[in-house]
């Protein structure tokens, strides 16, 4: 089950301190302790969204008006707005063609004297390759933000995913292995990244530290009209308390909903098998996929297209699944326009031809079935789809 009575047992206690702000539940504290322990890290601060938790990360490392971020066309575009929200200018680096992540031989490319940080998206769960793009950071004095959103326990070189870069960026979207509906969070090991993130999600209030529950404020410290609360700009990004009674019993069920998603995508994987036109997107040998989607692409000459693939998936009694969203500077928000005027790149088709080719061609099945009987029918789906168009 997705909820349980772990769950339910931290809402109530949350509710049963009648949203006091000096004695409540200390759930946002309890949550944040145990995300970064999970995360192998010191810090994790809870956000409204993933969306926020980014812009926040990028600003608190001093990304602003006049720099780019360098980030991957084929993603959701939160990505490529937060550096937007920031005052700085989107980059799009193009991707690797087998693991459909960020390449940072693109990378590489796009590195101007503006540039101030890189994000890579673990796409569907699967770590983006870590080691070149941190060296990248290093030679250039670059900061690099994960965005994990789609990734809960992956791991690349035996490192869990979050404890990797200078700051990582998770969602608890409904859609994410472990939600409470919306939310986000950040981790990191830097303490004053820590605290200057924490500060941009609290309204810039003096009394902020980088671990929650770390306020040195009193209670006569603030009553007194002449206390002074706020010493930079930030923005209300927090948390509610029941949100995070919610996630501190997602955190402590994490392996097995996490799990969940691994036998979906070995069931859909039996059911693919050998087909020859149907291609796994790559997991490297030193990487662990964490199958936030079991995602496949249809070859150049694979006897179907797309749409008519979904046509007899659907006919054969599988659950609806997306394709890939459209790049992100082809959407209209960006194709065409020119956001600054010192801005060199066009977003115009073209830009990054590896994800121009994949993008059509990819397929995005569902991993969060929560009862068995489900996830088999949908693996009996795809392979019964294969067959009826042939194994090739």
Not at 16 to 38: D, L, Y
Not at 46 to 61: E, I
Not at 76 to 95: E, K, N, Q, R
Not at 176 to 197: F, M, P, Q, V, Y
Request: aromatic share 10%; glycine share 6%.
């Amino acid at each position: 089950m997705r909820i349980t009575d772990r769950e339910n047992a931290y809402v109530q206690e949350v509710l049963r301190h009648q949203f006091r702000s000096s004695a409540n539940a200390g759930m946002t504290r309890r949550f944040e302790e145990a995300f970064a322990k999970k995360f192998n890290s010191k810090f994790a601060i809870a956000f409204a969204n993933g969306t926020a938790t980014m812009h926040a990360a990028l600003a608190a490392a001093g990304v602003g008006p006049g720099d780019e971020v360098i980030v991957p066309p084929l993603t959701m575009a939160s990505t490529a707005l937060c550096a937007i929200h920031a005052g700085a200018l989107p980059v799009f680096a193009d991707v690797d063609p087998a693991t459909w992540n960020l390449d940072p031989a693109s990378v590489a490319t796009r590195i101007t004297p503006r540039t101030k940080a890189i994000i890579p998206v673990a796409l569907f769960g699967l770590p983006p390759d870590m080691d070149p793009i941190m060296a990248l950071a290093r030679q250039h004095k670059l900061f690099v933000l994960e965005d994990d959103a789609q990734c809960f326990l992956g791991y690349y070189k035996g490192k869990v995913s979050g404890s990797i870069a200078h700051a990582s960026s998770f969602s608890f979207q409904n859609s994410k292995h472990i939600s409470c509906g919306e939310g986000g969070a950040i981790t990191t090991n830097d303490e004053e990244l820590a605290e200057k993130i924490r500060r941009m999600s609290s309204l810039g209030y003096a009394a902020v530290k980088a671990a929650a529950g770390k306020s040195i404020i009193t209670r006569e410290m603030i009553q007194d009209p002449g206390y002074l609360r706020h010493i930079s700009i930030g923005w209300n990004y927090r948390l509610s308390e029941l949100s995070c009674a919610v996630l501190l019993g997602q955190v402590e069920r994490m392996e097995e909903l996490v799990q969940t998603r691994l036998d979906a995508a070995a069931a859909m994987a039996a059911a693919l098998g050998d087909c020859r036109w149907l291609v796994l997107q790559k997991t490297p040998p030193e990487t662990v996929h964490s199958y936030w989607a079991f995602s496949c692409r249809l070859t150049d000459d694979a006897p179907c297209t797309w749409h008519e693939f979904r046509q007899q998936y659907l006919a054969a009694g599988g659950d609806p699944f997306y394709g890939a969203w459209a790049l992100n500077y082809l959407e209209p928000v960006f194709r065409g326009q020119k956001i600054f005027e010192w801005q060199t790149q066009r977003f115009e088709p073209g830009l990054c031809p590896v994800a121009e080719k994949l993008q059509p061609k990819l397929l995005q099945f569902k991993t969060n079935y929560f009862e068995p009987a489900r996830r088999q029918k949908a693996a009996d789906a795809l392979r019964r789809t294969i067959a009826y168009f042939g194994r090739g």
